[in-house]
């Protein structure tokens, strides 16, 4: 994460919205991610801690080492974790291009929206993989913006968000990654790897995501890259606020909203697999 | 569907690829669709039967009425349904703006691949409903060609799926039409409305997909429409071929490929209920 600029995070409200955003999120991203007592797992890019509370939460009898490059973040994940009465995870601040661990270190590695920001996220799949143990697991989730369609259809919306993506390519990222997780894994030389996508699906039946997810998650996010999208000279003015408020007019009761993460998760292969090949 | 051009189909190598299409998706889309001994079900839009042999397996002891537009399409209907050892399906010729059943005559209504084509897909909801009885259930699938996305992405495929949805809108249609399934029913008045997304994920892992979805059904269809897409102006032959040769680039090890079809059902509500209001 060196050198890079990160779009989202760090300011109070930003926090909040990253909190909420996992609270509503936690069963359809992580429900089926465990690991066993006594097991090590490295979690890279923790943030603010807000998977990090349901992973120590899910798997209490496993021991996890959470690492991100913001010192502010660590010390208000920590905060959060002692906040849980959970005392399986240690805080370090490092870079994922330069850990501080010996190869061959974890039983699991955990990444969660990570990749987006990484100028080379296949360069930092690599180095994740020489600090797991032979048969160790790798687990990967991102989203792709490039999923986001709702109704009423909307160019001016689709414009406002494409504002993301562009911020985040000249920023080194890509919001899109989420539909290359499964080609990024196998391409690193995992094995086994397999993709699954989450589908947020958004309607007015379902009036806890149209808030928590639609409204004060995506649309939170797109408003929060205003200032410079407008400055890049990406949209004027009055064209992004029109995206802002189509995005908003998709929570009304008539309104749908689709967005779509990927979670992947591949094995460090044997000595014996790996010098097989595939 | 009176006065409608249907965009696909009618032809050898459609009915094959609708068929193709049937087999690789039976699962996702009709696992949870099963009616009970003694219920009348009206299957609309029944075409080549490609979904009618699933729907009558799958309830051997439903009696279903299956009506189609077009008598060439219910004669294969017929001959696949034979050819399956099914007794349990009547078809009819019949339009679903015309059709000759009483009001409250069946238990549930289904209805596949139809909506897209309608040009007043609400008006044919209304007239569903007062064909089922009060407390009988509508089932809607529909797929949204906008929730097409794929690796490596690609300005010249995204070009060529555009034609499908511009030529669809031509002929009255609407092809992006799954995300306001929701919205449809909730406005013809259905109660307890439940939408599901069913997404086609398809990466190298899953040969079948790559082969049944990717290659045969989307790309196939979207192949499809190269003459009218060419003769209407909307792409010259060499830009739309280099859409398609980009669809099947995503075909290859490290391609990536997701399509999401929507399913809903909905209740006609009993006197009570609708006199209540909602």
């Known amino acids: 994460m060196a050198g ?6 760090y300011r109070p409200q930003e926090n909040q919205r990253l909190h909420d955003q996992a609270g509503v999120l936690v069963d359809l991203l992580h429900h089926d991610t465990a690991y066993r007592a006594g097991s090590t797992v490295l979690e890279v890019g923790c943030g603010v801690g807000a998977q990090t509370v349901t992973l120590a939460k899910r798997s209490p009898d496993a021991r996890f080492t959470s690492i991100d490059l913001s010192t502010e973040s660590i010390a208000e994940a920590r905060r959060r974790i002692h906040g ?17 661990f010996d190869a061959a270190s974890f039983d699991h590695v955990f990444v969660c929206f990570v990749l987006e920001h990484l100028p080379r996220p296949a360069d930092a799949l690599t180095n994740l993989k020489a600090l797991l143990k032979p048969g160790g697991t790798i687990t990967v989730i991102e989203g792709d913006h490039g999923s986001a369609y709702f109704h009423p259809d909307s160019a001016a919306a689709r414009a406002a968000i494409h504002c993301l993506v562009e911020l985040q390519r000249a920023a080194g990222g890509n919001a899109l990654i989420g539909r290359q997780v499964y080609p990024l ?11 699954t996508p989450r589908v947020v699906y958004v309607d007015s039946s379902r009036p806890d995501l149209v808030d928590g997810f639609t409204r004060k998650t995506f649309t939170a996010m797109v408003e929060g890259i205003r200032e410079p999208a407008i400055a890049a000279g990406l949209l004027d003015p009055h064209q992004f606020d029109e995206g802002i408020r189509d995005l908003h007019r998709t929570t009304d009761a008539d309104g749908v909203f689709s967005y779509t993460f990927f979670k992947g998760v591949g094995t460090k292969g044997t000595l014996k697999e790996n010098t097989d090949g595939r």
Chains 1, 2 share one sequence.
Do not use: I, M, W
């Open 4 to 9: 890079e600029r990160y779009v989202h995070g």
């Open 84 to 100: 849980a009465g959970l005392t399986n995870v240690d805080f370090l601040q490092a870079d994922v291009f330069a850990v501080p």
């Open 185 to 195: 894994l196998v391409n690193s030389g995992f094995k086994n790897v397999r993709v």
